[in-house]
């Protein structure tokens, strides 16, 4: 198995892996939450299934796929509803969301809204492989998260940007 | 529009709120959550199973205290069935529990499916394993009562036991329409709630190997 990330010298803590990977994983559940689930609800299911599976992180892919993979996995599952019943109503308090002091601007928001839209209209498989894709993460890591080859990956890109683009250029004109 | 661009909307999307973590309380708030969902699950699977643990006595008591003998063996059966409905539902619970949300995304929506094939198999067959064989034991336990007087059978619970045909006839009437119900509720959760999951995760499966 590939490993993409930076090498560690000691293994990661709990801890440390929430603190580095927090802000990607707010970002994906954004996207997948659906009202009445806030995205705050999500990213604590997310950080939630993090620490349960911790101890059985092997390290052979990198600790980014891992967390990348979960939290794709649980953003899924959330939108197909398959967790409907499950018991989730213990908050944690631990995990606090305040609003930024400086936060993006209004022009900022609205650009991020319409990036947000056109992502919505794409269909679900795409939706996972254009939010990797958007965190900035090479095909190889995008196909080791999915399960795909790197040439499909490569492949369903191309088709993904362009349905990106022709949604977004007359939304940013 | 450049895509660089597209990815600095994205990655500034997380700078609208702070996300304050206090670690100190973390780890305990997670233990906690861990213990409440397991109270749950263990709960839930104690309603589910609780029926067949009474009728195991009940039925093993009826076997012992019924001298008819037709009855009697429907009662020896209905023991052995409510361990299999156990055993299948422990089964079941057992392979829901084997979720692994580390896989990658293609594997981990292959093994949904396959989580929801089982329950799917499991509710839509429930007229072979958890309807039809208690309804025939049932009928062949009330068929099976027979006069009390030739078998000497002076119990207390004779008194409510139905030996006439009219009090045999109306029982059977009434657990048909119980069983009857029960397979009607399995097939309506399959068809409104599996069929519909089951469908939605056959469309991503097929959206994610479209080129």
């Given at each position: 198995?590939?490993?993409?990330?930076?090498?560690?010298?000691?293994?990661?803590?709990?801890?440390?892996?929430?603190?580095?990977?927090?802000?990607?994983?707010?970002?994906?559940?954004?996207?997948?939450?659906?009202?009445?689930?806030?995205?705050?609800?999500?990213?604590?299911?997310?950080?939630?299934?993090?620490?349960?599976?911790?101890?059985?992180?092997?390290?052979?892919?990198?600790?980014?796929?891992?967390?990348?993979?979960?939290?794709?996995?649980?953003?899924?599952?959330?939108?197909?509803?398959?967790?409907?019943?499950?018991?989730?109503?213990?908050?944690?308090?631990?995990?606090?969301?305040?609003?930024?002091?400086?936060?993006?601007d209004k022009s900022q928001q609205e650009r991020y809204k319409a990036l947000h839209d056109c992502i919505a209209t794409l269909n679900e498989a795409d939706q996972s492989l254009l939010v990797l894709?958007?965190?900035?993460?090479?095909?190889?890591?995008?196909?080791?998260?999915?399960?795909?080859?790197?040439?499909?990956?490569?492949?369903?890109?191309k088709r993904i940007r362009k349905l990106l683009f022709d949604c977004i250029t007359p939304k940013l004109a | 529009m450049t895509e660089q661009e597209l990815k600095e909307i994205w990655m500034s999307?997380?700078?609208?709120?702070?996300?304050?973590?206090?670690?100190?309380?973390?780890?305990?708030?997670?233990?906690?959550?861990?213990?409440?969902?397991?109270?749950?699950?263990?709960?839930?699977?104690?309603?589910?199973?609780?029926?067949?643990?009474?009728?195991?006595?009940?039925?093993?008591?009826?076997?012992?205290?019924?001298?008819?003998?037709?009855?009697?063996?429907?009662?020896?059966?209905?023991?052995?069935?409510?361990?299999?409905?156990?055993?299948?539902?422990?089964?079941?619970?057992?392979?829901?529990?084997?979720?692994?949300?580390?896989?990658?995304?293609?594997?981990?929506?292959?093994?949904?499916?396959?989580?929801?094939?089982?329950?799917?198999?499991?509710?839509?067959?429930?007229?072979?394993?958890?309807?039809?064989?208690?309804?025939?034991?049932?009928?062949?336990?009330?068929?099976?009562?027979?006069?009390?007087?030739?078998?000497?059978?002076?119990?207390?619970?004779?008194?409510?036991?139905?030996?006439?045909?009219?009090?045999?006839?109306?029982?059977?009437?009434?657990?048909?329409?119980?069983?009857?119900?029960?397979?009607?509720?399995?097939?309506?959760?399959?068809?409104?709630?599996?069929?519909?999951?089951?469908?939605?995760?056959?469309?991503?499966?097929?959206?994610?190997?479209?080129?």
């Amino acid at each position: 198995m590939e490993n993409f990330e930076h090498q560690h010298n000691a293994p990661m803590t709990f801890e440390q892996v929430l603190e580095s990977n927090k802000e990607k994983i707010y970002r994906i559940s954004r996207v997948y939450a659906v009202a009445p689930l806030e995205p705050q609800d999500l990213f604590q299911e997310v950080v939630y299934q993090i620490w349960k599976s911790f101890s059985t992180f092997k390290g052979n892919s990198g600790i980014d796929t891992w967390v990348y993979k979960i939290a794709l996995n649980v953003c899924q599952r959330s939108k197909l509803k398959l967790d409907k019943g499950k018991e989730k109503t213990v908050r944690l308090d631990s995990l606090q969301f305040v609003l930024a002091e400086v936060g993006p601007d209004k022009s900022q928001q609205e650009r991020y809204k319409a990036l947000h839209d056109c992502i919505a209209t794409l269909n679900e498989a795409d939706q996972s492989l254009l939010v990797l894709l958007l965190e900035g993460l090479p095909y190889k890591q995008i196909a080791t998260i999915t399960g795909l080859t790197e040439n499909h990956v490569a492949v369903k890109m191309k088709r993904i940007r362009k349905l990106l683009f022709d949604c977004i250029t007359p939304k940013l004109a | 529009m450049t895509e660089q661009e597209l990815k600095e909307i994205w990655m500034s999307s997380s700078q609208a709120e702070r996300i304050q973590v206090d670690l100190s309380k973390l780890v305990m708030e997670l233990k906690n959550k861990l213990n409440h969902i397991e109270k749950v699950i263990r709960n839930r699977d104690i309603r589910e199973i609780i029926a067949a643990f009474i009728t195991i006595p009940m039925f093993a008591y009826f076997a012992y205290d019924i001298p008819f003998p037709i009855t009697r063996v429907a009662s020896i059966l209905t023991i052995v069935w409510s361990v299999y409905v156990i055993y299948r539902f422990r089964k079941l619970q057992l392979s829901k529990k084997n979720e692994d949300l580390t896989l990658p995304f293609k594997a981990q929506l292959e093994h949904q499916k396959s989580n929801m094939m089982a329950q799917h198999r499991f509710l839509d067959t429930v007229l072979y394993w958890y309807a039809g064989p208690p309804f025939l034991l049932n009928v062949a336990f009330i068929l099976g009562l027979g006069n009390p007087d030739i078998f000497g059978y002076s119990s207390g619970l004779k008194e409510h036991l139905p030996f006439d045909s009219g009090s045999k006839i109306t029982l059977i009437v009434l657990l048909a329409a119980f069983y009857a119900f029960v397979v009607w509720l399995n097939k309506r959760a399959v068809k409104k709630t599996l069929n519909p999951l089951i469908a939605d995760i056959q469309r991503i499966q097929d959206q994610l190997e479209e080129e």
